[in-house]
């Protein structure tokens, strides 16, 4: 089946004893037991199993091309159950502007227990010497944030697999109509399910998604069922009740960003415009052969410093001023103000997610906005 099919109908279950057609939310938190002592219908507490998680686990194993998911309640607790599955003092190697939350994850939560590198992964030379004996886990996400990098994840499949390291991918900002990284190889995705998956910015949570069910998937099962952070059986409903519409979504973010990308570029206030989907980026070719569709997000560069950049924030009637992603609202952000002092992200850079209001709404607005600076 294709994926709007699949989005629709893999994690709907017509309710047998009401016959209603959508799947009820179920609430209770314990399960009674057959006459045997046994749990013949699946579900014995509610950490261990709900059944929209289960439904909701299962649409995103289909979407991903995978086998098995697990709900978590936020994409940080999900990236912290494949840290924390890993064997104390294994190396990972993560890209240099890997998502600031995880990254502190790492260099906060994990000093001391595992060891890491932060590295460009497009540098093929630096990626082997930076491969150590006892290097488990390569983490990828792309494209990156903010500065939509690229990283070819066939190729580090290649390299990682010639070294007996798995490949875990982030692919929160393409969602699986991005791109499906189990399809390219990866062992491992992960999303942060409050983005494109919630798609309405009124729900936290993350998951995991495998193409097998090993020792390793087992262990993060453990740690999801036994560690607790997993998603509740509302926020498992609204996620499986958006991400019906999320192949449509996913177009739709596309098309209105590709054209308000190809509008920045052409304007005079605009110094340089990321977008995978412009030819004028420098992985273009990469984004077309790894993608099925460019995304939502881009970054541009706005002629002057954080005074002409912040006025454009200022000015925007349409674009909101927040973090975050995903949404149906265009969202508008300065990245160097949220990633602090030590940032490596242009002072004029504005992140923007996005949404899907009109495309010539959204363009009056930035263009009446850049014509103020
Ligand atoms: C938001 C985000 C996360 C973290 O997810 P939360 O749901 O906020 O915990 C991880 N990776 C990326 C790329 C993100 O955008």
Redesign the pocket.
Same mark, same amino acid.
């Given at each position: 089946m294709k994926i709007e099919t699949l989005a629709i109908h893999a994690a709907n279950h017509t309710d047998a004893s009401t016959a209603a057609v959508i799947q009820p939310i179920v609430l209770a938190t314990t399960f009674e037991r057959d006459e045997d002592g046994g749990y013949s219908k699946g579900f014995s507490y509610s950490r261990a199993g709900n059944p929209n998680r289960l439904s909701l686990e299962n649409v995103l194993a289909k979407l991903e091309g995978g086998v098995d998911a697990a709900a978590f309640s936020? +994409?940080?607790?999900a990236?912290m159950a494949v840290f924390q599955s890993l064997k104390p003092g294994t190396h990972i190697i993560a890209p240099d502007d890997m998502?600031h939350?995880?990254r502190n994850q790492l260099k906060i939560l994990f000093n001391g227990i595992l060891e890491f590198d932060f590295i460009d992964l497009n540098n093929e030379n630096l990626l082997k010497n930076t491969i150590k004996q006892n290097t488990g886990l390569i983490w990828v996400?792309t494209p990156s944030?903010p500065l939509l990098k690229i990283t070819d994840i066939k190729e580090m499949v290649t390299v990682a697999h010639e070294n007996n390291i798995k490949v875990a991918c982030?692919n929160?900002?393409a969602s699986p109509l991005g791109q499906q990284p189990l399809k390219l190889g990866a062992d491992l995705v992960?999303h942060?399910?409050?983005?494109y998956l919630g798609g309405h910015s009124d729900l936290? +949570?993350?998951a995991l998604i495998t193409p097998v069910k090993d020792e390793w998937w087992e262990r993060i099962q453990q740690i999801q069922q036994m560690g607790g952070a997993i998603s509740s059986p509302a926020d498992c409903y609204w996620l499986t009740r958006s991400i019906k519409t999320l192949p449509y979504r996913m177009r739709a973010h596309a098309e209105n960003a590709g054209l308000l990308a190809s509008f920045l570029d052409n304007h005079a206030n605009v110094e340089q415009v990321l977008y995978p989907g412009l030819t004028s980026h420098p992985q273009h070719e990469l984004a077309k052969e790894q993608m099925l569709n460019f995304g939502g997000m881009l970054s541009f560069l706005v002629k002057g410093g954080v005074v002409q950049t912040e006025r454009v924030i200022n000015a925007t009637k349409l674009f909101t001023s927040a973090t975050?992603?995903g949404g149906v609202e265009s969202l508008i952000e300065r990245r160097a103000a949220i990633e602090g002092p030590d940032t490596k992200t242009p002072q004029n850079l504005l992140r923007v997610s996005v949404g899907l209001e009109h495309i010539d709404d959204l363009i009056a607005d930035m263009d009446a906005a850049l014509n103020q600076i």
């Open positions: 936020s +994409g940080n607790a990236g998502y939350g995880l996400e944030n982030d929160t900002f992960m942060s399910t409050t983005k936290t +949570g993350g975050s992603l």
